[in-house]
Each structure stands twice: as structure tokens, then as C-alpha cells.
């Protein structure tokens, strides 16, 4: 039978089970080629989504908000200075008067602390669209391109290389739920958050696969799928050149590729920032997915959104 997510927030992957994960995702696919073929699907005609932003965005502003018009519904968008939250009025007051109005909210914040608390006083569900700790919106996108690419995705093996930060936290997280292996290969200093790394692994084993982190980049080794991100993440401008020194020899170019499966897919959940991270010709290889990645925000969001206020 399938699992039902109707009502529930999403704050973080790991409150969501295996199933839950793997529901959306066969949902995200069928949305997909719905929209491929030309059929529209109004599943959420007459709802709203309000959308918090913290932080500036392309792919998570424009997806949710397209993926609303596509399912008949509205997202209006609330920018860093329409509520200022936290400073305006307190998280709860702002939570519970969406709650009236709109009947999902998605939110972009600094602390994760704040989408916590949204999602404690709502009455509606609440998507976490980027916290300083975590990112699922991108990592179930993520998931369903890593799916297209390579078949089933238990048993493959993701290594993470670069900036231990929200995005290798709901890496770690998916990864472990699908019975992935993943390697978070980092610069020393600059690790995942240990209890996270510990949760994660912990779940990894209940589903037969290996979470780990390491400074050393072997840890790529026969890796099906090599993923970075930003070394300096938002909120963390003024690190940025100490950062770019210091993460050097973690850049994901032929020679670091050369470690990993011939056929490993190059992913990136942008913005990128060649010649950093990664190398603008790594970028532009034909294992290089980043775009797949990006259009996917649009269908798992929308299978999301569907399942949890459908
Ligand atoms: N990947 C991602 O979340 O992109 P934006 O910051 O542009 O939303
Ligand atoms: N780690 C990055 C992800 C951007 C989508 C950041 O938080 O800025």
C-alpha cells in the first residue's frame, strides 16, 4: 500500500522514511512524463503556497512557483524584506497567520531553527527550501536524476567532495534512506556536522549501505556519482577567499574524475562557480547532469506538494 505524507512537513529527509522518499520520487516520474506528453494535472487548483525567503534563489523560487501554476494552485513569494522574519514578529505569529491563508509554506532561511519553529506552529505543511543545515528539495530532485541515469539506486555509491554543509547533511540523508553508499570527502576542518554524519550512518545501516566521511580524497574511489557544491555557502561571503586556499585540492576536475568509475555522472546543484569547485570544462562533460538536476527541482517538488497537501 502507499505510504501516505498528506499533512507532514518537510523539514529535514530524515523525517521521512525509505518508502516515503521512494513514493515521491514515483510520483516525481509520473508528473514528469505527464508533462512530457502534454496533460495537465491540476492537483492543487485553488490552493496557495506562500514562500519564505531568507536568501536570494533561482531554481528554488522559480520551481515551486512554476510547479504551483502547472498544478492549478498560486505561490506568492515573500522576499527577505516583505516579513523579516525573526525580527518583525515572532516565527510562531508568522506560521500560524500563513496557516490561514495559504495551505502549504515553503521557507529559505539561515537557521534551521526557524523552519523548525514554522513547522511546529503551522496547521499546514512546511517545506524546508534550504536551511543553513539542510537542503531535501534538492537532494529528492537529486534522487530521481540519479534514478534516470543509473537504474536502481540502492547499491550505487555517491561520493560528496568539497564544503562538509547542508547540502552533504541531506546528501547523507537521502543517500542512507535509498540504501545508497556515500563518501563525504572534505578538507579537514570542514567536515559534516558529527552528529549528523552519526544519524546518518546509523539509518544506512538499517538499509544495507555505508555513510562515511573522510579528508581523503580516495574516498571517490569507484564512486558512480561524484556531487559538490559551493565552498563558500551563503551567509559565508566574507570566508570565501581564505575558503578558496584552503579547499584547493578538492576541486572536481578530469584529475580528481579519473579516480571514480569511467561512467560516474558529475552533479551540482548550482549555482556553480567555475574554476573553483569545479572546473567549467568538468562541468560541460557529457556525464555532467547539472542540468537534469535542475529541471528535476520541478517535478519532485511538484510530486511533493501533491502528497503532502493534495
Ligand atoms: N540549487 C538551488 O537551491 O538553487 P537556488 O539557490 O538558485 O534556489
Ligand atoms: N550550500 C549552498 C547551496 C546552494 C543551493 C548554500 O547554502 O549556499
Redesign the pocket.
Given at each position: 500500500m502507499a505510504v501516505s505524507l498528506k499533512g507532514r512537513s518537510l523539514v529535514s529527509l530524515k523525517d521521512f522514511t525509505r518508502e516515503g522518499i521512494l513514493e515521491i520520487l514515483r510520483t516525481a516520474d509520473t508528473l514528469k512524463l505527464e508533462r512530457f506528453r502534454g496533460h495537465t494535472h491540476p492537483l492543487l487548483a485553488g490552493k496557495t503556497l506562500a514562500m519564505i525567503f531568507q536568501k536570494p534563489s533561482l531554481r528554488t523560487r522559480v520551481s515551486f512557483e512554476a510547479g504551483m501554476t502547472q498544478l492549478g494552485g498560486h505561490a506568492i513569494y515573500l522576499s527577505p524584506t516583505d516579513i523579516s522574519i525573526g525580527q518583525r514578529e515572532p516565527t510562531e505569529d508568522i506560521a500560524k497567520v500563513l496557516s490561514r491563508y495559504c495551505d502549504i509554506i515553503m521557507a529559505r532561511t539561515f537557521g534551521h531553527d526557524i523552519v523548525v519553529d514554522l513547522a511546529t506552529h503551522a496547521t499546514v505543511p512546511v517545506i524546508n527550501g534550504?536551511s543553513d543545515e539542510e537542503?531535501p528539495c534538492?537532494v529528492l530532485a537529486d534522487l530521481q536524476t540519479i534514478g534516470e541515469k543509473k537504474g536502481p539506486l540502492d547499491g550505487l555509491k555517491l561520493a560528496y567532495v568539497g564544503d562538509g554543509?547542508?547540502?552533504t547533511h541531506s546528501l547523507m540523508f537521502g543517500c542512507a534512506s535509498v540504501g545508497m553508499n556515500m563518501t563525504a570527502v572534505t578538507p579537514p576542518d570542514y567536515e559534516p556536522v558529527a552528529s549528523i554524519c552519526k544519524q546518518a550512518a546509523t539509518l544506512g545501516m538499517e538499509n544495507d549501505c555505508t555513510i562515511e566521511a573522510t579528508t581523503d580524497l580516495d574516498g571517490v574511489s569507484d564512486a558512480d556519482v561524484i556531487y559538490t557544491?559551493?565552498w563558500a555557502?551563503?551567509g559565508q561571503e566574507a570566508e570565501a577567499a581564505e575558503r578558496r586556499e584552503l579547499f584547493k585540492d578538492y576541486q572536481v576536475n578530469a584529475k580528481l574524475m579519473a579516480l571514480a568509475k569511467p561512467s560516474a555522472i558529475i552533479m551540482h546543484?548550482l549555482p556553480a562557480h567555475y574554476g573553483e569547485e569545479i572546473d567549467f570544462e568538468t562541468s560541460r562533460h557529457r556525464n555532467c547532469v547539472i542540468f537534469d538536476q535542475a529541471e528535476n527541482r520541478l517535478h519532485a517538488q511538484k510530486a511533493l506538494m501533491v502528497l503532502l497537501a493534495g
Open positions: 534550504l537542503h534538492q554543509n547542508n547540502m557544491d559551493t555557502s551563503m546543484c
